[in-house]
């Protein structure tokens, strides 16, 4: 049954933290698997899994630095994989099922903002190629582990940058139109929670469930392709050029930010459904027209269009799930 996308009873909201989130809730034996799991949201979400009693896997493209974020972090693994790499992503995802233990959790979670025009070894737009397809690859890789677990999870953190653009199917790739780096990534997050609306459909009959979200708008690692003049057009610095803080508006913390990530993940409220998009520790309500404000483009979480991105997917990376 297609779960609706509307909220639910949810005892969290927009200011929750993780801890809050996190409470009560036991991932001992489990394993998890998070892209960009060493910085910014992914780090804080690493954390409280860990403190969960959860085993986590961190692949990253510099391995050092993301040990050197880690240290003292205890049952983490950190493993080269570069998602712009199809190579990488499948020696990444043979080597974790060659340790032979179901994957509870797939957290994707790193990701590229308004990048200038850059593009994979086979053509494809950087944005598209890091945020889509390499996670898809990744997912498609690490199927059967997901499968094995009985219960599993796929998270693919998007953005309420998805209303910006949806997929533009003519030309995903910017061959015939000027390149903009906002609608490359608008297009990206709408491709991740478009993904998940797909994944969902084909896993869940394996025990396979699959959310995007929208963590908030916090200042992290992702603004770094950002001039200062950017940031500053964004009204989200105050006058002492700290980051304001609203989350009613979505400005939160990392800490607030990580909070719909792990309830996404976690949250016995989300027991038998998927599919959809999130925000503030809730299943967001669809949002017809307002640009920038709460809620999903309707575009974002269309069967058909999904259905249309997971061909593009299937033909460009010749993998699949399901």
Not at 50 to 66: K, N
Request: aromatic share 6%; charged share 20%.
């Amino acid at each position: 049954m297609t779960t609706p996308q509307q909220p639910i009873q949810s005892p969290f909201d927009a200011a929750s933290t993780a801890a809050q989130v996190m409470a009560g809730i036991d991932l001992t034996g489990k394993l998890a698997v998070i892209t960009g799991g060493y910085a910014g949201l992914g780090l804080v979400t690493t954390q409280s899994l860990v403190a969960a009693g959860a085993r986590v896997i961190v692949p990253a493209r510099d391995p050092a630095r993301a040990r050197a974020a880690l240290a003292g972090v205890a049952r983490v693994e950190v493993m080269e994989m570069d998602l712009m790499q199809p190579a990488s992503i499948n020696a990444f995802s043979q080597q974790v099922l060659s340790k032979g233990q179901p994957v509870s959790l797939l957290i994707n979670c790193a990701g590229v903002m308004a990048s200038p025009l850059m593009r994979d070894a086979d053509g494809h737009e950087s944005q598209f190629a890091t945020n889509h397809l390499g996670h898809y690859r990744l997912t498609c890789g690490l199927w059967p582990a997901l499968v094995a677990a009985g219960d599993a999870r796929v998270i693919c953190v998007s953005s309420r940058g998805h209303q910006i653009d949806g997929v533009n199917f003519d030309d995903i790739d910017f061959l015939q139109r000027p390149y903009d780096k906002w609608a490359a990534y608008g297009q990206s997050k709408s491709a991740n929670a478009l993904f998940a609306t797909a994944l969902d459909k084909r896993g869940r009959d394996h025990g396979v469930r699959a959310f995007s979200l929208h963590p908030g708008q916090i200042l992290t690692d992702l603004s770094r392709h950002l001039s200062q003049e950017e940031i500053a057009a964004f009204d989200v610095l105050d006058e002492q050029g700290q980051q304001r803080l609203n989350p009613e508006t979505g400005l939160k913390t990392v800490d607030q930010g990580a909070a719909t990530i792990l309830w996404c993940a976690t949250s016995p409220a989300l027991t038998g459904l998927g599919g959809v998009y999130c925000e503030d520790c809730n299943i967001a309500m669809l949002n017809e027209s307002q640009m920038g404000r709460k809620g999903v483009a309707r575009w974002a979480v269309d069967p058909e269009m999904a259905e249309r991105l997971w061909a593009v997917s299937e033909q460009w990376t010749g993998m699949t799930a399901g």
